[in-house]
């Protein structure tokens, strides 16, 4: 229980000192492009700045207000007037739909621009802004959802993306205590690019608000996923060392003939084998003996006595998967047929998408793919914790 204490503490944290909801998440945003200004347009919402608890200034919706960066203190730009404030300010606003955008620049000459939702904190750090979004958890959970799992799919398939996000998020709250937030918008926690826009994906993120998947000990699991299985997925310890309970290896007809279930690869022979006797140290008569090689259900190893792991030529060749199988396919080239693609732990995303076409529902498709689970409300969770 000690991440749900934890929670608890942070999001004691952040109500006491930002005096929000306790359902906020904040989120360090387009911290890798070092802004040092930019111009953010209130879009709906009656936002003002804030210095301390103090407010400074009312802004107008569609008046755009600049930021800039001049050592310890930042310059606001408004169309009535400018003003310097030494350290951080908060954007705050009041009513539930609230949201603003942000025009920057990733180099000069080239500007973009994101919309966020509620509120927005800014910092002069390091000679450049950083901005932390302040949003509502479910809010920025539909908007990973967005920008991670496309735009295409069904509503029960952003159910599922939907859980699975929120349960990373909880997971994630304390990855950047250090830095001053929750979490980042890049890979190394999730991507988020902001405002979510897909009513599906809205729909999906309110109609299982609140929920996360647990395992037998009320623990948030590791809901790991990945593109496609092949027809089976892999026992967690297969792929890494651990022997996760949940994350057990079950046969999937759904993604069978789908986008990324089958590839191949040329590889030359003389390179392979070059490859396992420098690596694996396999004598010449031996080596001959490993082609052709098949896996009708997975194998964990290329050959058991030699203990050389799959996994290792996966990542070593680039492959899709470990789900291949070796032919000679001339003198000097060797044809790799695989199955799936990613390390095929935990969901498969294009099988879940199957079922959810197929009629099965978001519960059907998470106890399908995580074994021995539950899905829990987290704040019910976090009473129980107290
Ligand atoms: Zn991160
Ligand atoms: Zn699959």
Request: aromatic share 12%; hydrophobic share 35%; net charge neutral.
């Amino acid at each position: 229980m000690n991440l749900l204490r934890h929670f608890l503490f942070i999001s004691i944290l952040f109500v006491s000192t930002l005096n929000l909801f306790p359902r906020n998440i904040s989120v360090n945003i387009l911290g890798e492009y070092k802004i040092t200004k930019f111009a953010l347009n209130p879009l709906a919402g009656n936002y003002s700045i804030y210095k301390d608890g103090n407010k400074l200034i009312d802004l107008e919706t569609f008046s755009p207000v600049k930021f800039a960066i001049n050592e310890n203190y930042i310059d606001v730009i408004t169309k009535e007037k400018s003003f310097r404030i030494e350290g951080e300010i908060n954007l705050l606003a009041t009513g539930f739909r609230k949201y603003f955008e942000i025009e920057f620049e990733i180099a000069p000459n080239n500007k973009q621009i994101r919309v966020y939702d509620d509120f927005i904190k800014i910092l002069p750090i390091n000679s450049s802004l950083q901005l932390i979004n302040i949003v509502n958890i479910e809010k920025y959970v539909a908007g990973v959802v967005e920008a991670e799992s496309g735009i295409n799919a069904e509503l029960e398939y952003y159910k599922v993306q939907a859980i699975i996000c929120r349960t990373y998020s909880i997971s994630f709250l304390n990855k950047h205590l250090k830095d001053g937030y929750q979490v980042c918008d890049r890979v190394h926690c999730q991507v988020y690019k902001g405002r979510c826009n897909n009513s599906n994906i809205l729909q999906a993120t309110i109609g299982t608000s609140g929920q996360v998947i647990v395992d037998n000990n009320n623990n948030l699991i590791d809901a790991l996923f990945h593109s496609n299985c092949g027809g089976e997925t892999v026992h967690s310890e297969s792929a890494w060392s651990d022997y996760i309970p949940y994350l057990r290896a079950v046969k999937d007809s759904f993604c069978l003939s789908e986008r990324n279930s089958k590839w191949e690869k040329k590889i030359p022979k003389e390179d392979f084998f070059k490859y396992l006797k420098t690596k694996y140290l396999v004598d010449d008569p031996f080596i001959d003996s490993l082609i052709p090689f098949y896996q009708e259900n997975r194998k964990i190893f290329l050959n058991d006595s030699l203990k050389i792991l799959l996994k290792d030529i996966r990542n070593d060749y680039k492959l899709k998967s470990t789900f291949f199988e070796i032919k000679n396919s001339s003198n000097d080239s060797l044809t790799f047929t695989g199955k799936g693609y990613g390390h095929g732990v935990g969901l498969c995303q294009e099988g879940a998408m199957v079922m959810a076409k197929k009629g099965y529902t978001y519960k059907n498709i998470i106890e399908f793919y995580y074994l021995n689970i539950q899905i829990v409300n987290f704040e019910e969770l976090l009473n129980k914790s107290k």
